[in-house]
């Protein structure tokens, strides 16, 4: 079992930035993918930003202003976002998946807000 909670949520101006964390227990981090995604109100979830051994993928929309990043010592994925956006308020979730087991983990989400 994996249990994720993230913070670091809130509300920013446009050009702000906030740092997202999500810490992780219980087995295994270092060999698992770990996931941001999001929801916007009224929208589907979507994929953010992912990293899984030295590969990363981002969103079209977040690419050059979210990077990923992750300590696998602490148990803790990063997702640092830069130059936000209005459209990028929505609720954040963390996921962790486990390619030795196919198990996928999800953290509560924390909400971001971008506004002036």
């Known amino acids: 079992q994996v249990q994720l909670v993230e913070s670091g949520g809130g509300s920013v101006q446009p050009g702000g930035s906030l740092r997202l964390s999500c810490a992780a227990s219980?087995?295994?981090?270092?060999?698992?993918?770990m996931r941001w995604y999001r929801q916007a109100p009224g929208k589907q979830r979507e994929l953010v930003a992912e990293?899984?051994?030295?590969?990363?993928y981002y969103a079209d929309s977040v690419k050059g202003r979210f990077p990923i990043s992750r300590d696998n010592a602490k148990k803790t994925v990063y997702l640092q976002m830069n130059s936000l956006k209005p459209e990028d308020t929505a609720d954040y979730y963390c996921?962790?998946?486990?390619?030795?087991?196919?198990?996928?983990?999800w953290g509560q989400g924390t909400q971001v807000t971008v506004s002036s």
């Open positions: 219980g087995t295994g981090f270092g060999d698992h993918t």
């Open positions: 990293s899984s051994g030295a590969h990363t």
């Open positions: 996921n962790s998946y486990s390619i030795d087991t196919g198990n996928n983990y």
